[in-house]
């Protein structure tokens, strides 16, 4: 049974999510979809890339990743689906792909051609469902796109060095349902300039000297439960993708606030690490 996903900003309250649903199923009454996310920031392509780089690879190989980003085509938003790591993704060529391709070479890239066939104003519904349907029933990409070398870049997707080494610059990417703040600093970039050196890391007026393993290290589990008041401090850890996040031990926006509002970082601010 194929596997189709989905990741959009199209969010719950309208229709869009459930009419791509219903077009795959309409072509193909025997495939499993699975929604990914459908609360990607409005026409936000860093967040939509982090959420996929970091989903797809649980999916069996195989699997069709949908995703429904900016995906309006223009002259300079072509439309592209592409086979890496033995998955398939189809998608505007607007950046999403690059932070995957980064790390992964892709086996085939193709810019979709097919629109002259289809008349729409809704690419998502009526070209990628046809795409991805084409995929599952076992096609392949040239019958419905021309290969091509190369896809669009992210701009800042990538942290910065300065030449002598002892600075890392990089900038918030992605905001999790906690606030949690992630950057562009990977855990093995990181290591391969730190070179064992003491350091210390900025965001804004805030400054960390610790990387902690875990989100609970931060807690003293000698003191009594009751006389710790852990919930609220902030921490700095590499995420299960290896990302740097600024984070609050056991935030919530309701009552002790998240890093993104206690310490006001939002999407592209710059985070920079000291080597000392």
Request: proline share 3%.
């Amino acid at each position: 049974m194929a596997i189709i996903t989905l990741t959009t900003d199209f969010g719950e309250k309208d229709h869009f999510a459930g009419a791509i649903k219903g077009a795959i199923y309409s072509e193909l009454e025997d495939v499993k979809i699975v929604d990914i996310s459908h609360s990607v920031s409005p026409f936000n392509v860093p967040e939509a890339a982090y959420i996929i780089q970091n989903a797809y690879s649980s999916f069996p190989k195989g699997t069709i990743h949908l995703i429904g980003i900016d995906s309006e085509l223009n002259v300079e938003n072509k439309h592209i689906a592409v086979l890496l790591d033995d998955h398939y993704f189809i998608c505007a060529n607007n950046g999403i792909m690059s932070m995957i391709c980064s790390e992964i070479a892709a086996e085939k890239i193709v810019e979709i051609n097919i629109h002259d066939k289809i008349v729409t104003n809704f690419p998502v519904l009526d070209v990628f469902v046809k795409v991805a349907c084409h995929i599952a029933r076992g096609g392949t990409l040239e019958v419905i796109g021309k290969i091509i070398d190369t896809i669009k870049p992210i701009t800042n997707m990538l942290p910065l060095v300065n030449n002598d080494q002892t600075q890392i610059i990089g900038n918030v990417i992605y905001i999790d349902n906690y606030g949690n703040v992630v950057t562009n600093i990977k855990r093995k970039f990181f290591e391969t300039i730190q070179k064992g050196r003491e350091y210390e890391i900025s965001a804004r007026s805030y400054k960390f000297k610790e990387i902690f393993n875990k989100y609970s290290e931060i807690v003293n589990f000698d003191i009594p439960e009751d006389k710790r008041h852990d919930e609220g401090r902030g921490l700095v850890i590499f995420n299960s993708s290896g990302y740097l996040e600024i984070a609050i031990y056991k935030s919530d926006n309701a009552t002790v606030g998240s890093a993104s509002s206690l310490m006001g970082l939002q999407m592209r601010d710059t985070v920079t690490i000291n080597f000392l």
